[in-house]
């Protein structure tokens, strides 16, 4: 069997073309819009078109032609803006949402999303659906990027364990060569807190902004590992299910 090449990016700012050519490249942003994707696209949402900042996606859901009218979701600082119909919790996105298109805008995790377009294969990734990842990406065939989306500029610990969680998922299905040290030490991160990953995320900044924010259910959520089979498949600016 032939060994996957795996990297991890922990910043957006760290790809360079080789990350994306001829590679699958797994996005995440656990606290939440990869969490908030994967719930999402298990409820029965149609797709999920991602923006790199509000006022896009306020302007092109404004003018889209379509009946019903794809659904705004969101955040900024944690929150939903203004005149979006959802935020960014993925425990709001049920089977109400069946056949709807998404127009999403996030802070980190739409940005990440977008500059990760040149990869030969695009996933979403988070806690809740790694090994379902793990899976589509030993299929694909392609040597493996595990891409971090940060918090504001800053690597995110969450984003690590998430990494960390789809390396652990892949090593029981194929062998690896890990290049550069930093797929050992996510891995060797979720190995230590994935006994407790719900309070590992709670001490995390991001987490911290999100309980400040008083949405401590949604680390919970996106704290519970393999809660779906579903992944996300970035096709241009739509998410679809794989």
Known sequence: ?????????????????????????????????????TAALAAGVRDIHVFGNVATARQ??????????????????????????????????????????????????TRAILAAGDAALLLTGALVNASAVAK????????LTLLCAGTNGQ??????????????AVKRLTSVREEGDLPMMALRLFEVE???????????????????AGL?????FAASVDRFKVVGKVEGERVVRL
């Open 216 to 220: 401590e259910e949604d680390i919970d």
């Open 136 to 143: 589509a990406a030993v299929e694909s065939g392609l040597d």
């Open 60 to 109: 092109r859901a404004g003018s889209v032609g379509m009946y019903p009218k794809p659904l705004l979701c969101g955040e900024e600082n944690c929150l939903p803006p203004e005149g979006f119909d959802m935020g960014n919790s993925p425990g709001a996105f049920d089977r109400s949402l069946k056949d709807r298109t998404l127009y999403m805008s996030t802070t980190n995790g």
């Open 1 to 37: 069997m032939p060994r996957m090449n795996v990297q991890v990016a922990l910043l957006p700012r760290d790809l360079v073309p080789q990350s994306l050519s001829k590679r699958v490249v797994v996005v995440f942003d656990v606290l939440r819009a990869t969490t908030t994707m």
């Open 155 to 168: 690597v995110a610990m969450e984003d690590v364990l998430g990494a960390g969680a789809v390396l652990a």
């Open 194 to 212: 994935k006994n407790d990953l719900h309070g590992a995320l709670r001490r995390t900044r991001g987490g911290q902004n999100v309980i400040a």
